[in-house]
């Protein structure tokens, strides 16, 4: 009986811990976690496929800022620059677009399709105003980077250390 308790025991705690780390993936990846919905084209056509490929997925983004600008990067592989929407509102940059890709391949006697597609939308909190009017982005080998001007006049957000000794 002693065995059976342990083996409980043993479900239990392994249990727990992937709870736990879940719980604590999900907390520092929040930001990065972009609901796919279902582009324009899927929902005319409808049916289960186009259900099962949606849902969530990373869009992984860097955000830095120096003296005179702030600077997105955002990995999305597999778009092209046609797809993406971009605008400020308020203190975020809005990065929205529909994913379509298709990757086919035959090894030995199996075919390979994968296939992801859906809308997104992520906004991202911009550390400092921006001119948006004077924005500019490229897109290239899968990574969407936008520049953002400050706005001039906008307070620089620096603390200075004093010398006490």
């Known amino acids: 009986m002693a ?17 736990e780390g879940w719980q604590r993936l999900s907390r520092r990846a929040a930001g990065a976690l972009t609901r ?5 084209k899927q929902k005319r056509r409808g ?9 969530w997925g990373l869009l992984a983004t860097e955000v830095f800022d120096d003296d005179d600008r702030v600077v997105v ?12 929407d971009l605008r400020v509102v308020g203190n975020h ?4 677009g529909e994913k379509k ?4 391949r035959t090894e030995g006697r199996y075919r390979i399709s994968e296939c992801a597609y ?14 948006a009017e004077s ?6 080998k899968g990574v969407l980077r936008v520049e953002l001007p400050k706005r001039a006049g906008a307070p620089k957000p620096r603390i200075s250390v004093e010398d006490k000794s």
């Open 135 to 140: 924005a500019n982005a490229r897109y290239k």
């Open 73 to 84: 990067q955002v990995e999305a592989p597999g778009m092209k620059r046609g797809d993406f």
């Open 3 to 19: 065995t059976l308790q342990q083996f409980r025991e043993g479900v239990g705690e392994a249990w727990d811990n992937l709870v």
């Open 101 to 104: 890709l298709r990757n086919e």
């Open 118 to 131: 859906g809308r997104f939308e992520r906004a991202i909190p911009l550390p400092a105003e921006v001119d």
């Open 47 to 55: 049916g289960r496929l186009a259900e099962r490929n949606v849902g």
């Open 36 to 40: 796919y919905k279902p582009g324009r």
């Open 93 to 96: 940059l809005i990065v929205s």
